[in-house]
């Protein structure tokens, strides 16, 4: 196995940033506005640590929470007023939440003396129509219920949905692999320019195209971090940091012979994963992001972090996390 890069935190950085569920919803239970927005604070320190190491940054976030409270209120409402689809949700909390990121950011370097500021773009995502994940979906989201309750839009609006037991019925929808970021060059140049750039929120609203070349919205979620890694290949980010509520990756997670690890190689991390290693609905997709990455970049020196967002300095310069390099 590699050993650590020491010196790997002393150059600056262009860093895609891919900021997990804990950095906005801080797990209490709560998850209003005010307790949201306490927890940007608390992370808008730690991204305010790496601004001021010198790096630029592109911020993604998870929306997984934000969506289903959306989904909520459509359902509590839907008698009185008009309902959203899935890709105005997921639009509507890129906007909310990248406005709460964004004054916390602003405000955390204005404490420190710097002008900095960040700016939200409404990202759009390109998926294929014929993804396989159309034809089996997988991914729940918004809240459970009784099989009776919502039987007539399983037959007439076409929902699938998954029993969990002791729980009810839960709506699934596809989670189809991100092929395209629409406003990829504007983003890129941003990020040129030095500027702090929120974008691809909760992996970005997914579309596809017609035949004729025009885009419509598909029902279905993206993975945050598939979308981050294609972001950073994009940009030519030479750092992709995907910042979870561990500080490193384990083998046997979670076990009393829980190994953590320092650095995998992308053949290292293919083989754990291919062995069951780590779950498709935790470490896995935040694995293949990082292998997505590092093959796809061309940074001679492309590297992808997964740590804590309070490890993330200490990650840069080789003193934790888990870094996926090249073989």
Not at 95 to 106: K, P, S
Not at 155 to 161: P, Y
Not at 296 to 312: D, F, P
Request: contains cysteine; hydrophobic residues 35%.
């Amino acid at each position: 196995m590699k050993q650590r890069n020491e010196s790997a935190g002393g150059r600056t950085r262009k860093i895609v940033v891919a900021l997990g569920g804990n950095a906005i919803s801080s797990g209490d239970g709560s998850g209003d506005i005010a307790s949201q927005f306490a927890q940007s604070r608390v992370t808008a320190k730690y991204i305010g640590d790496l601004l001021a190491g010198g790096h630029h940054l592109l911020l993604v976030h998870g929306n997984g929470p934000q969506v289903g409270m959306v989904l909520r209120r459509v359902e509590l409402s839907r008698h009185e007023v008009y309902p959203i689809d899935l890709g105005l949700c997921v639009a509507d909390t890129q906007a909310g939440m990248g406005y709460m990121i964004c004054q916390c950011v602003r405000n955390e370097m204005l404490k420190r003396g710097s002008h900095a500021r960040a700016c939200t773009i409404i990202t759009t995502v390109m998926v294929d129509r014929e993804d396989e994940a159309f034809k089996k979906p997988t991914k729940p989201i918004g809240q459970f219920y009784k099989q009776e309750d919502i039987q007539d839009r399983i037959d007439n609006e076409g929902w699938q949905v998954v029993h969990v037991p002791n729980k009810g019925v839960r709506r699934v929808v596809p989670s189809p692999k991100p092929q395209k970021i629409h406003e990829l060059e504007l983003i890129h140049q941003m990020f040129d320019e030095g500027r702090i750039v929120v974008c691809c929120g909760g992996g970005g609203i997914p579309v596809v195209e017609t035949d004729d070349g025009l885009r419509e919205g598909v029902e279905a979620v993206i993975d945050k971090d598939l979308t981050a890694s294609l972001l950073a290949i994009g940009t030519d980010a030479d750092t992709l940091a995907i910042l979870t509520d561990v500080d490193q990756v384990c083998l046997n997670y979670g076990k009393p012979d829980e190994k953590p690890l320092d650095v995998l190689t992308v053949s290292q991390a293919r083989e754990y994963l291919a062995e069951g290693e780590f779950p498709a609905g935790s470490m896995g997709p935040k694995i293949q992001a990082c292998i997505d990455y590092v093959e796809g970049s061309n940074c001679r020196n492309a590297e992808a972090l997964i740590t804590s967002i309070k490890g993330c300095t200490d990650a840069l310069a080789g003193r934790t996390g888990t870094r996926i390099v090249q073989d």
